[in-house]
């Protein structure tokens, strides 16, 4: 059947399952060409030999239609579009939403950090937005410092798929950062790492200026001697 339903609610979703080729029993059928030409009446063992000749399905589209019914086409191209256009779908219901990854201590392990991070870079791919949330216990709040340390290490991490839409934030004993998503071509760097762009309207430094070519920077000038002046004789 084309439709799920759930009783007293409706149509839910509609299937992909249609039957098609060999499982079609009844006969004649309503045939639509691969080129959706309609052919009308045409007996089913007809409508599945003019759909082999041009190597495609016979799929009953419209099962409940007297006669059913029944398209030309490849069946199972088909199938991976409507899927497709399912998944899509079902992404851009989710998106827009703020998504809260808790860090529960400045002290987080590589791994469980890494972890975090892929969750983060999933939430972002779908158009979510991530706030992360570090919570500083005891002593901690002595050493702001590492969960600074920590959220660049996460932003660098994250660089080609977000900005920063609020940065590093006290809030009492948590500090919070929000990213939002931001796709860039891939081998783009952050700013101010090595290779990194400069800026439009940047200028390198002048002492940096050949530092790339291995052009060695001139000695510096050497002072000249002070001249005392010489004792007047008589």
């Not at 030309?72 to 399912?86: H, L, P, S």
């Not at 660098?156 to 948590?174: H, I």
Request: aromatic share 4%.
């Amino acid at each position: 059947m084309p439709f799920l339903r759930d009783e007293g609610l409706g149509v839910r979703a509609i299937s992909t399952n249609f039957r098609h080729n060999e499982q079609i029993r009844i006969s004649p059928v309503f045939l639509i060409d691969e080129k959706e030409v309609k052919i009308g009446s045409t007996p089913t063992n007809e409508a599945l030999r003019r759909a082999r000749e041009v190597g495609l399905d016979l799929v009953e589209v419209a099962p409940t239609a007297r006669p059913p019914v029944c398209r030309i086409m490849d069946y199972g191209k088909w199938r991976y579009q409507q899927q497709k256009k399912e998944d899509r779908s079902r992404a851009s219901s989710r998106a827009g939403q703020l998504k809260e990854l808790k860090l529960k201590t400045v002290r987080i392990g590589d791994h469980d950090l890494m972890i975090k991070i892929n969750h983060a870079k999933e939430f972002l791919k779908e158009g979510n937005k991530v706030q992360f949330t570090l919570q500083f216990k005891g002593r901690e709040m002595a050493h702001l410092e590492l969960g600074r340390t920590l959220f660049s290490k996460i932003k660098t991490e994250l660089f080609l798929v977000s900005k920063v839409e609020r940065d590093a934030k006290m809030e009492g004993r948590r500090m919070t950062l929000v990213l939002q998503p931001d796709h860039k071509a891939p081998g783009t760097k952050p700013p101010g790492s090595p290779g990194a762009t400069v800026p439009a309207g940047g200028r390198p430094s002048p002492m940096g200026a050949g530092s790339r070519l291995n052009i060695p920077a001139p000695a510096p000038a050497a002072a000249a001697p002070v001249q005392r002046p010489e004792p007047a004789t008589r």
